[in-house]
């Protein structure tokens, strides 16, 4: 059987991120740079575009896929991103996605569009028979960056402001974010070093692969790398994404005496003037864990309260009862 017209995949790196990145709601996890770091970490990864039957584009969609036994299990992330037209014949798109994957009986299709969704994407994953999954961990704070730097900084609590303030007059503090390449790769080795040390102190882990992730970082344009140094002692790394209207706190670092400084302080608030710069609307402060890692949750809460809802991973599965099962145990990940 011949493969249809309508779905077919974009093999040149170039034309792919002026794909994701021309449109408004282009991201970090649906660019090639992500698709390659999750290769590198042993996921089959492709990308189509799904267009019409006039040969117009309806979304751009980067879905990475791994096999275990009978069963093949497929992620999208950031996406589908849905053109202007795509908005409306949504359902169709999701379909046409649908048909390609040809998904089996013990198959499952997960998509999260990490912030990055709109109403017809929903609205066409319900129309397919998708579940939504919502874990504990699927909540983040967000920022109104469109008030403006004055009114954020009338909204911290007090000893936020006053730590900020305080590291804004330690003269042997400096911050500085980094654009070489070489500096860059240097700063995410120290990052690499103080992270497993802080996964090792707190006795936290997750799928984070810095190795895999060195290089890819630290060529990409989208990504923000900041360096903070105490007496020019390297003592916190923040790193965050930007898109179109958002920027992201990924990861941080720090060493002990960073802590003292209040050099988390000041580079949060350097990564929102620079996101206020960026033209962006949101700073999204990347999760909360108000149960398993108070001390970062109180840290966050003391320049926002706004919670908002960062999932649901959006579950299809041709039996009901596996995609189900699959469900209950991926909201209490």
């Known amino acids: ?13 170039s034309g792919w991120d002026a794909a994701v990145w021309g449109h408004p ?53 950031g996406g589908p991103l849905l053109t202007g037209k795509g908005e409306k014949q949504a359902e169709a798109a999701v379909g046409l996605l649908l048909d390609h994957l040809a998904l089996g009986r013990l198959d499952l299709l997960a998509a999260d ?39 954020i900084l009338q909204g911290m609590k007090r000893d936020w402001r006053e730590n900020l303030r305080r590291a804004e007059r330690a ?89 003292v400084s209040k050099a988390p302080s000041i580079a949060v608030w350097r990564l929102i003037e620079r996101a206020i710069s960026e033209g962006c609307k949101t700073f999204d402060w990347g999760g909360i864990d108000p149960a398993g890692n108070r001390g970062v949750y109180d840290f966050k809460r003391g320049l926002s309260k706004n919670v908002v809802q960062s999932g649901p991973l959006w579950l299809y599965g041709r039996i009901q009862r596996l995609r189900d099962a699959a469900g209950a145990y991926l909201a209490f990940r």
């Open 113 to 151: 569009f990490k912030h990055f969704g709109s109403p017809a994407g929903v609205l066409a994953f319900l129309a397919h028979g998708f579940v939504p999954v919502v874990s504990s961990r699927d909540h983040t704070l967000e920022i109104d960056l469109t008030a403006g730097a004055e009114a």
């Open 171 to 259: 003269a042997a503090l400096s911050t500085r974010f980094l654009a070489d390449l070489d500096e860059r790769l240097a700063c995410f080795d120290a990052f690499s070093a103080l992270y497993d040390d802080l996964r090792k102190r707190k006795g936290f882990d997750n799928n984070f692969n810095a190795k895999a992730y060195r290089d890819l970082v630290a060529a990409d344009p989208h990504h923000l790398i900041l360096e903070v140094r105490d007496n020019d002692t390297l003592v916190h790394v923040r790193i965050a994404h930007l898109s179109s209207e958002r920027c992201t706190d990924f990861f941080a670092a720090s060493t002990e005496q960073a802590r």
């Open 25 to 77: 709601r282009g991201n970090i996890f649906c660019s090639w740079m992500w698709g390659e770091y999750k290769a590198r970490l042993g996921w089959n990864v492709r990308r189509i575009v799904i267009s019409d039957g006039a040969g117009d584009a309806l979304a751009f969609i980067q879905y990475q896929e791994k096999v275990k036994g009978f069963a093949r299990f497929v992620h999208v992330q």
């Open 1 to 13: 059987m011949m493969a249809d017209p309508r779905v077919r995949d974009i093999l040149d790196r």
